[in-house]
């Protein structure tokens, strides 16, 4: 799924990376503990949370991640913001919660089988 | 390259906002150097996590990263409180983390384990009022 279309399924608001919203995204992880995702996700480009801090970006950073959504109408400051620029990570924030949000980019192909599924 | 880079780093024990910055530093001197994503990857997150666990419970340290072609060596020292018991804290899911850390997304009780998971050698000693010391080798594919 292209970033623009994260965006658009969202209805996010992007604050660094808009230059990047033609990358693809293949899967994804909604997680708030960032120990979590150092210790289990794999090859996931995106990640999905309501933590804000430096230590988001900087896991995404390691793992490699492109692209960072903000849940529930959470909002990086301009320190994150300026952090995420360097790294070349694209921020997004969204309204929905975790598990809205998860849904809706799953059941629009965002799913290890890429099929949308009708709801 | 050669020969071998050594790169060292003090980390703060008081800002929880920089903790990272080495792991971050050593990743982009990989990355020039060339060197295999999955090899970054796995050095990247063992150090980060290192790093973090120096800041969360140790005041900070020093790191000592040793990159020559065959492997990356990592050398975590700091003169923290030092862990009790290395068996249960290794342990997945415990953890004698504040609730400040756990406010951070870690405090899950996965560092040490993570640690261990991502690098090809890992040895701890720590000594109760002294510190610890963690050995990390990541070998480079040939």
Partial sequence: MKLEKVKEVLNAKVFTGENKLSE?????????????????????????????NPQVIRTAEMMDMKCIVFVRGKEPDETLIQMAKEKNIVLMSTQYPLYVAC?????????PEGIEIDG | MDKSIVLKYDVDGNDFSLAGEASSSVKKVL????????????????????????????????????????????????????????????????????????????????????????????????????????????????
Avoid at chain 2, 32 to 58: C, Q, T
Avoid at chain 2, 113 to 132: L, P
């Fill in chain 2, 31 to 142: 990355l020039s150097l060339g060197f295999d994503p999955e090899i970054i990857r796995k050095v990247s997150i063992a150090l980060y996590e290192g790093e973090m666990n120096m800041v969360i419970h140790a005041n900070g340290g020093v790191i000592t990263v040793e990159i020559s072609p065959e492997e990356i060596h990592m050398l975590l020292e700091d003169t923290g409180p030092g862990i009790e018991d290395i068996e249960l804290a290794m342990q997945e899911g415990y953890s004698t983390a504040s609730d400040k850390v756990r406010e951070l997304g870690f405090g899950a009780g996965m560092g040490l384990s993570n640690m261990k998971k991502y690098s090809d050698v890992f040895i701890i000693t720590s000594e109760v009022n002294k510190g610890t010391r963690v050995e990390m080798v990541v070998k480079n594919k040939q």
């Fill in chain 1, 24 to 52: 693809t995204v293949n899967s994804a992880c909604g997680c708030d503990l960032m120990s979590d995702v150092l210790a289990f996700v794999k090859d996931q480009a995106m990640l999905l949370t309501g933590l804000v």
């Fill in chain 1, 103 to 111: 849904g809706r980019l799953y059941s629009r192909g965002l799913n």
